[in-house]
């Protein structure tokens, strides 16, 4: 028979095993008696009045044994069959979704008719957990008030060890979790209540003394902080911002009167109001500036602006700058990200550059710009046998931009830029292939430029016109059926800009075109006219056709490769040169009343030869044929020393001949003649380029090439005695010259060789190589070659070392978290991150927007550092958000030598480079690059960072003492990207240069005015 019920007041316990989750028959029987119903209260005391009939009329005998039968006229059952253990199920009208699930690892307690007026209660113990639809609910101690519907938590008593399982927790879905000290919730209003509470919010966390979860999990925080320490619970934050009220709601967090605490004392940072975000993900807003002075510009609010993410696929930055003395800027930033199918960013700087003063013989008024373009576009898989793709890296700056208003010290030092936009596409099995370009070079220091706009170019792979479709089995390839050929066509339109150095513009006359720049002069003929002193097409339009023929032979017993070849070249042009001798004209000054500068002939130099354009279709043919040969054979030498045996040389020559007619033979074409004005004498020229012609193209050379490698085997024994081989390359020597039998003078080429010594790398992480060069000629006194061999010379050496270069570099890195017998070369290290330009180009603090939403992308000003390495910071405004105290140090090294020997001994680059960091304690880290020029003997300008770790906030101080751009700068700010822009104390990038030299002008000049 069923159990008696309990009258009012008294209490039923159960208690099971942790690993029992579901409850006994008879009690789960009871448990759906009192189970909470969502029914009107009259319509319960009517059914409570109308049920006579209380007691189960199913004998317990005819349950089945560990299950629990339902009582079909109990109070709130709707029936048999929806009863189970630990799940509490609604009254008649409840719909089956808002059922109550719960479990606990402990015992469950109901007590009946509570003396507080509570009504039925049920308590779970230990990892308790209650769920209904999507809110769930879990701490040590949960507390069902069955008559109100409403849930309670609490955490462990004191003496239980507060865990991940016993902390009050509630949480909605996939929503934001909370923990609390004491939770409620109301499972009718579908609103909670927390005291003490904190819960995660992006990389954030936002506390409260009391939080109300409103139906539409909205939260109304009385008390609230918001900080970015992730502290044990307890524990004061280093840092928080706190208002007496806070709302949350979507992603954002609104606040009325907030201030900055650390730990607990109140700090004078007072904001009336705050929008913080909540949720992950980006958001837009206004992105604060730096601040800091700089010696000719004044001081400078820059990168302040805001940052609004368009959708998930793309986002934009607007920034500008000002500076005291009237410099200004404007820097927009588009990024766009699909994965799978394109990504890239586009930056534009604008600067209108006013430097000094007005009196200042230096004073600069310019404006500058910077464009910044990286574009990554894949239309079909590269893998594919239509494979397409567009790719850009353009970068466009002005050399007044990269000296003067760039921080990056890459910038700074950056002699030549170049730039790309590639297309190209695949079809036929990868057969053909098609490819068009725009490409820029530019010398930052001289103003050169060369463009193509564009380069168009098409690809035939190799190709056998004579192999039968149809071979017997066991066939052999016949002689004619090796023969292969292919096609390479490509048409070119190119620029070239070669400013007039500014002397030469002075005396012209035309001092108005110094400073004309290569886009001024690409937009304008007149512009290029003054600017490089011609008056030629300022583009040159070219197209080529290229079709080599080979054939390849192999002599299986003597491993003896030949391979006869003949290649055929022809160029287009649509426009050629004329060169005439005219009478020289000088100009001079206008008068005052005139309009333009006269032109006068020269009475003392009369003739001078002019290059003129002449139209017309000619087409350059070329031709060459030859014959090379190689094989390979080894020497063995039997050795034993330590654990190295043996060592085997790998000898591969190859000689090759060559032949080709001289292109300017007069067959071709190519040439015509003028008479030189100062010699009388004729000279030939080319009227593709307009070049003179200094000897002949003839080639009959015969080359030869001569690769050596020396390897060894490593021998070891590992515990089980077993015996290993290792195959090591010890160095690589490799040597090739050639001689031109059709020369008259200079026949033989120089010798060129290379070493290396992969051992090293692979065993030291230490990349050694050297390259000399010997000539066997003699040199004079300006270093021209002599046709005079050095052999005939007195001495030992038949040739000359003219030239040479060798390079040395390694990483170290060592420490507790990497370490081996006490210290661990790390292979590979940072020498392979080091290449190139970033690839990420232009990217914001923190991960790129759109691509990431885990991180977030709060409005923040740029990351300019190309490609983070990992463990080290990356600069933004001086701040070093992500410093690696994890590795105690680490030390790269390199060092570079170089000399030439033509005529007079030439001392080249002799410089050691290091970049070293190291912690002085585990909060504490040291880094640092510099070096030494052994030439000037004097240090490379080095730089140091002096970085300390507060758990939640960084400190950094970064240093420059010599050279031209001597600084520092102090930071302290939060490590968190939500609120680094906002919690960033610093102490601006000041200039150390020039502040003597500044101070002296003033004085000067404040005595010149008294005068």
Known sequence: MRPRRPTSGSTLCVRYRPSVLALAAGFALWLASAAPTVRPAAAQAQEALSDTTRRDTVPADSRRPGRARPDSLARGRAGPGR??????????GQAPGEAVQFSASDSLVVVFGTENDTGDVGILYGNAEVKQQKATLSAYEVQMLFDRNQLRAVGPPSGVRADSGTVPRFQRGGGKAFTGRELSFDMETRRGRIVKARTRARQAFIQGDAVRVAEDSTLYIRGGRYTTCDCPRGETPSYSLRANKMKVQGQWAYTG???????NIPMPLVLPFAFLPATPGRHGGIIPPSYGSNNRRGFYLRDFGYYWPINDYMDLQLTGSLWSRGSWGISPTFRYNRRYYYDGDLRVDYIRNIAGDVVDRDYLNRTTANIVWSHNQQFTPSQAPNASSLTADVDLASETYRRQISDD??????????SSINFRKQWNNGNQRISLQLSQTQNLR????????????????????????????GGEERWYEKITTSYDGSLNNNFSFTPLDDSTLVNRGDSSAIGTSWYDALLSQSAYERATGTNEQRFDFSAEHRIPVSASFHVPRYDFNFTPNFTYREEWYPRTKRKAVR???????????????????????????VTLTEPGFFAAREFDLGVSSSTRFYGFFPFRAGPLKNLRHTVEPSLSFNY????????????????????????????TDGNDIRGSTAQQSLSFRLDNTFETKQISVDSTGATNEETLRLLTLDADARYNFAAD?????DVDMSLRFPVLQKKFDVSARASMTFSPYVYDENGRKLNRLVADEPGLFPARLSQFRASISTDFSGGDAETTGGRRRRRGGRRRQRGGRDQGRTSFAGARAGIDPSTGGTAQAPDRTPGNVAGRSSLRQGVRPYANFAIPWELSLDLSYAFRNEGEFEQGNFILNSDFSFNVTPKWRVSGVGGYDFNAGELVPPRLDITRDFQCWQMSFTWTPIGPRQSYRFNLHVKSGVLRDLLNLRLPNS??????????????RQATQQR
């Open 583 to 609: 009478r020289r004209t000088h100009a001079s000054p206008p008068d005052s009343d005139a309009d333009s500068t006269r032109f006068f002939l020269d009475s003392q130099t009369r003739r001078e030869v």
């Open 991 to 1004: 200039d150390v240069k020039g502040r003597f030299t500044g101070a002296l002008r003033g004085v000067a």
């Open 745 to 749: 003078s200079l026949g033989l080429s």
């Open 409 to 418: 010290y890459r910038d700074n030092v950056t002699q030549k830029t170049s």
């Open 83 to 92: 009863t189970g253990a630990g799940r509490g199920e609604g009254g008649a």
């Open 660 to 687: 080709a007619p001289d292109a300017y033979a007069g067959i071709f074409g190519r040439t015509r003649s003028y008479i030189d004005p100062d010699t009388d004498e004729r000279v030939r020229y080319d009227i």
């Open 446 to 473: 001289t103003g050169e430029a060369d463009l193509t706009m564009p380069s168009f170019s098409f690809n035939q792979n190799r190709i056998k016109p004579f192999a039968r479709e149809r071979r017997g089995v």
């Open 257 to 263: 009167p907030i201030q900055l605490f650390i730990f």
